[in-house]
């Protein structure tokens, strides 16, 4: 089945831990997005890959860092240096000017 | 940087009642897109509108892209109770535009 996928569902971290959330696509998009959710404030976006080996970073990428080695393949590392990182994360890709589609979600929780 | 405004940020409805929604933004958007986010989980994409003045269904929901490129709406017609969740608008700005502008979402909640 085509479709996008994130993977932990659920995450937990203690302070101080690196941590990476997975995201995968067979919809061979090129551009894949990293966002960040939390109550009440929509979605801001963290990261975002245009191609391989190529990124960029959005409106709030302080504390996080992402790779893009493969196409279908563009995971997203919360590092320490997030002072919140308590958040629902979601992943999404899709074409220049088109529609995004955005995967199930990792709910990560800082205990 | 772009902006959406997105109203009402909730509303309570009966079952069975229509529903309308909009989205204004301070610039022009080529594409407006209408998304649906169930409790946990990601959004899915309802509509999408690529054209001025386009007027699009998809079952009980229409949605519009306006004129003025620079407001759509959404409309859901006879609610159901599955239709719980939070609406969120979403629009690209232009060719050579990978990036979305999203409204901060409208929850909806259906009174059975």
């Known amino acids: 089945d085509g479709g996008i996928t994130q993977s932990p569902k659920y995450l937990f971290r203690k302070e101080g831990q690196n941590v990476t959330l997975s995201c995968e696509q067979n919809l061979n998009h090129d551009a894949m997005y990293w966002y960040r959710q939390d109550p009440g404030q929509g979605l801001r976006l963290i990261y975002y890959?245009?191609?391989?080996?190529?990124?960029q970073k959005g409106d709030i990428a302080e504390g996080y860092s992402v790779s893009r080695e493969k196409k279908e393949s563009f995971p997203l590392t919360v590092t320490s240096a997030q002072k919140n990182p308590t958040a629902f994360y979601l992943c999404a890709c899709g074409s220049l000017g088109d529609t995004q589609y955005f995967g199930p979600g990792t709910r990560l929780t800082v205990l | 940087g772009q902006q959406l405004n997105q109203s009402p940020q909730s509303m309570f409805i009966q079952e069975g009642e229509d529903v309308s929604m909009n989205c204004t933004s301070s610039s022009i958007f080529n594409t407006w897109l209408w998304y649906k986010q169930d409790p946990g989980e990601g959004p899915v994409l309802l509509i999408a509108l690529y054209k001025a003045g386009e007027l699009t269904s998809n079952g009980r929901l229409t949605a519009q892209f306006g004129i003025t490129r620079k407001d759509s709406f959404l409309n859901i017609s006879a609610s159901i109770p599955s239709d719980v969740g939070i609406y969120f608008c979403?629009?690209?700005?232009?060719?050579?535009?990978?990036?979305?502008?999203f409204g901060k979402g409208t929850k909806l909640s259906v009174i059975p």
């Open positions: 890959s245009q191609i391989v080996n190529d990124f």
């Open positions: 979403a629009g690209h700005s232009g060719a050579g535009s990978y990036q979305l502008t």
